[in-house]
């Protein structure tokens, strides 16, 4: 059974920093390319940030530049390293995999940024 298990989130100024984690089980960790969604309050889950199985990178426009996605093959974790982070970057941030059958989420981590 596939689980996603994320940390890190919580409540920070606008300028600071986060990292949140998402520890991966039941797949085949290295094999799957591992992304990142957000939603915030009345609008539509969108998606952030993708990692691929050979770790190639991509991001949406709106945090290009000041987050960084990684993964640890070793640990089956996937990282979200979150700087000069912005009030519009609150949201509820949920780690996704699909192991080309369905897709599998995360409980989901708040983020909060106060201004």
């Known amino acids: 059974q596939v689980q996603l298990v994320e940390s890190g989130g919580g409540l920070v100024q606008a300028g600071g920093s986060l990292r949140l984690s998402c520890a991966a089980s039941?797949?085949?960790?290295?094999?799957?390319?591992m992304r990142w969604y957000r939603q915030a309050p009345g609008k539509q889950r969108e998606l952030i940030a993708t990692i691929t199985r050979h770790s190639t990178t991509n991001y949406a426009d709106s945090v290009k530049g000041r987050f960084t996605i990684s993964r640890d093959n070793v640990k089956n974790t996937v990282y979200l390293q979150m700087n000069r982070l912005k009030p519009e970057d609150t949201a509820v941030y949920y780690c996704?995999?699909?192991?080309?059958?369905?897709?599998?989420w995360g409980q989901g981590t708040q983020v909060t940024v106060s201004s």
């Open positions: 039941g797949i085949i960790y290295s094999a799957n390319a």
């Open positions: 996704n995999v699909n192991n080309g059958l369905r897709d599998y």
